[in-house]
Nanobody
Framework: QVQLVESGGGLVQAGDSLRLSCAAS????????MGWFRQVPGKSREFVANIAWSGRSKYYAESVRSRFTVSRDNAKNMVYLQMNSLIPEDTAVYYC???????????????WGQGTQVTVSS
């Protein structure tokens, strides 16, 4: 099973940008779909973006579609989430996930990182 470690979170102001990174180990991600989810206390984990193993297909939640960009570097076993024009509603713990299908639900992904906190102040 692949191990995932997220990094790059932090405290920023509204309008700022952040790039999250997800480092994979223990297994190549080159054949895996990768996803980003986020969660705030008291709420379910929600889909943010995913990317197919080839990088050719990407899907985004409507709330982030024009502001976030997901990418991957299979040679480095890395996945990224570029987040621009951040708003306070983006505040959450962000999780990287790996799975066998390009889905948008938690159940579509089998491996998860520990999460990285993103806080956007107004």
């Amino acid at each position: 099973q692949v191990q995932l470690v997220e990094s790059g979170g932090g405290l920023v102001q509204a309008g700022d940008s952040l790039r999250l990174s997800c480092a994979a180990s223990g297994h190549s991600i080159s054949t895996l779909a990768m996803g980003w989810f986020r969660q705030v206390p008291g709420k379910s984990r929600e889909f943010v973006a995913n990317i197919a193993w080839s990088g050719r297909s990407k899907y985004y939640a409507e709330s982030v579609r024009s502001r976030f960009t997901v990418s991957r570097d299979n040679a480095k076993n890395m996945v990224y989430l570029q987040m621009n024009s951040l708003i306070p509603e983006d505040t959450a713990v962000y999780y990287c996930a790996a799975g066998g299908s390009l889905g948008i639900t938690v159940g579509d992904f089998q491996s998860w990182g520990q999460g990285t906190q993103v806080t956007v102040s107004s």
